[in-house]
């Protein structure tokens, strides 16, 4: 079965680094998506991609944050200068339909 | 703003038994619901959605009723097994909402005793 593959399953940065997390999502699938849980919180919307522009962001994806789907297969989440506050799960998805198909998820550890 | 809500942050349920998830919403432009399973170190994966035109979804062991007077949802699953063991999160999302985003409920711990 098809499924959505992220690397690297656990990154770790400095305070102020840039980092990018990688996502490939399912190849037919339309519209991507990544979404982050804070350990023992929600998990929260971030941004989604269709048409190869953003199509929507949450007030957590700031100019700090940026999407790209650079060759048609991959799609990645940049962050300029990651702060503290930034470690947590990164879930990218993929949908077709209403239904989302996630990734395993990319732990991020900010020290 | 909690549009989904998910009260009971864990439940414990015997092998065996029922195990009842509840969900409740205030946005009444929510037209599909889903219910996402998620292992700890893992993302959450699909189990089963319901459509805000049923009252009932059932796929194997797992049956979702949805009460749109009361806004309210809840996941049954029988029998539940060790397997069972995980969070489970409620998601919904509104049909005026072109890019099919999710808003998700803080999730419920379910612990199945042997």
């Known amino acids: 079965e098809p499924e959505v593959t992220q690397t690297p399953s656990h990154q770790v940065t400095q305070m102020g680094q840039e980092v990018i997390l990688r996502c490939v999502p399912i190849?037919?699938?339309?519209?991507f998506y990544w979404y982050r849980q804070i350990l023992g919180q929600k998990v929260e919307f971030l941004v989604s991609f269709y048409n190869n522009e953003i199509s929507e962001k949450s007030e957590i994806f700031d100019d700090q944050f940026s999407v790209e789907r650079p060759d048609g297969s991959n799609f990645t989440l940049k962050i300029r200068s990651t702060k503290l506050e930034d470690s947590a799960m990164y879930f990218c998805?993929?949908?077709?339909?209403?239904?989302?198909?996630f990734g395993q998820g990319t732990r991020l550890t900010v020290v | 703003d909690q549009q989904v809500k998910q009260n009971s942050p864990s439940l414990s349920v015997q092998e065996g038994r029922i195990s009842i998830l509840n969900c409740d919403y205030t946005n009444s432009m929510f037209d599909y619901f889903l219910w996402y399973k998620k292992y700890p170190a893992e993302g959450p994966t699909f189990l089963i959605s319901i459509s805000s035109i049923k009252d009932k979804n059932e796929d194997g062991r797992f049956t979702v009723f949805l009460n749109k007077s009361a806004k309210h949802l809840s996941l049954h699953i029988v029998p539940s097994q060790p397997g069972d063991s995980a969070v489970y999160f409620c998601a919904a999302s509104d049909d005026g909402d072109s890019n099919y985003q999710l808003i998700w409920g803080a999730g419920t711990k379910l612990i199945i005793k042997p």
């Open positions: 190849s037919n699938h339309l519209y």
């Open positions: 998805a993929s949908s077709v339909t209403r239904i989302l198909n």
